[in-house]
């Protein structure tokens, strides 16, 4: 079993059952399938401040408050991926997820 990535836009953690796709079908090992799905941005238009505002409602109905969660979102989104600039909508290449029989090694 692989282990979990974490998304770079959204900062979910997740496996390769909700990895999001590549164009051609593969997996990305960047991003999830609620970030990405068929080689592009789900939310495309949406801006950083978007993101933690969408994200925020979700930490909070896991417990945390939203002044707690807003301040996470604040602090970790900028540094991913998509957000920091480092892979951008026009030249996104993101590395997939290799998947390959078990050879017993």
Known sequence: MMSANVCQS??????????GT?????LSALYCRYC?????????DLSL???????????????MTEVDAR?????VLPGLKRWSGEVGHSALEPQTMETSPDNGN
Do not use: N
């Open 10 to 19: 959204c900062s979910w953690s997740f496996r390769e059952d909700h990895a």
């Open 22 to 26: 590549e164009k051609d079908g593969r």
């Open 36 to 44: 990405y799905e068929d080689g592009q941005f789900a939310q495309a």
């Open 49 to 63: 401040e978007g993101m933690i505002e969408f994200c925020v409602p979700f930490l909070v109905e896991e417990g």
């Open 71 to 75: 301040a996470k979102m604040t602090a």
